[in-house]
């Protein structure tokens, strides 16, 4: 096995400058004018910071998509401890 060398979104600190609490955000946005189309960055932010760097960033019109970080290690109350079949919704990007 070849461990994935991707930016450890999964198990992150908020992006947000001093701020030490554990992302349960992605927010994914471009620069349109140094990105190209297919180049995204990835900052992550805990519920306090969330709407913070969201806005940070719409307010330079930059294309943002937040989504909740979906960890692993997370115990989520009312999920069993089996392994999930896979991820709802497929390959659809
Ligand atoms: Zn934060």
Redesign the pocket.
């Known amino acids: 096995m070849i461990p994935t060398a991707d930016e450890p979104v999964a198990d992150a600190t ?1 992006s ?1 400058a001093g ?1 030490r ?1 554990r992302a349960r955000w992605r927010i994914d946005w471009r620069n349109p004018r140094i990105h190209a189309a297919d180049r995204t960055k990835t900052w992550v ?2 519920d ?2 969330r709407d913070y760097l969201q806005g940070f960033l719409e307010a330079r019109d930059f294309p943002v998509v937040v989504a909740p970080l979906e960890s692993a290690g997370t115990a989520a109350a009312g999920a069993p401890g089996t392994d999930s079949p896979g991820r709802p919704g497929g390959a659809a990007g």
């Open positions: 908020c947000r701020c609490v932010a805990c306090e910071h």
